[in-house]
């Protein structure tokens, strides 16, 4: 069992900055990728990047690429999601995730319950 919990969401301008967090307690934190996801509203939840265990290999979506950065301290059980830059299409809950790793929502089988993040134009 690991329990998930997120944090740093808030109502930000377009060009803004947030650092989102995770905080994991549970079972081994470090053993785990952590995958980064959001669900806008009437939308599918869909992937925005993850990292393995290690912390030696990240992957993003294509939109997200150069503004987003995921980085984890395993020493602390906590990921993080740098986000610079932000558009108003960024505006989404915003999960994070943990399991083998993946791009898809069935890689992962332990989830936050989301934090809000709202981008105004």
């Known amino acids: 069992q690991v329990q998930l919990v997120e944090s740093g969401g808030g109502l930000v301008q377009a060009g803004d900055s947030l650092r989102l967090s995770c905080a994991a307690s549970g079972r081994t934190f470090r053993n785990y990728a952590i995958g980064w996801f959001r669900q806008a509203p009437g939308k599918e939840r869909e992937f925005v990047a993850r990292i393995n265990w290690l912390g030696s290999r990240t992957y993003y979506k294509d939109s997200v690429k150069g503004r987003f950065t995921i980085d984890r301290d395993n020493a602390k059980n906590t990921a993080y999601l740098q986000m610079n830059s932000l558009r108003p299409e960024d505006t989404a809950v915003y999960y994070c995730?943990?399991?083998?790793?993946?791009?898809?929502?069935?890689?992962?089988?332990?989830w936050g319950q989301g934090t809000q993040v709202t981008v105004s134009s």
């Open positions: 995730a943990s399991g083998p790793g993946g791009s898809s929502s069935g890689d992962y089988g332990y």
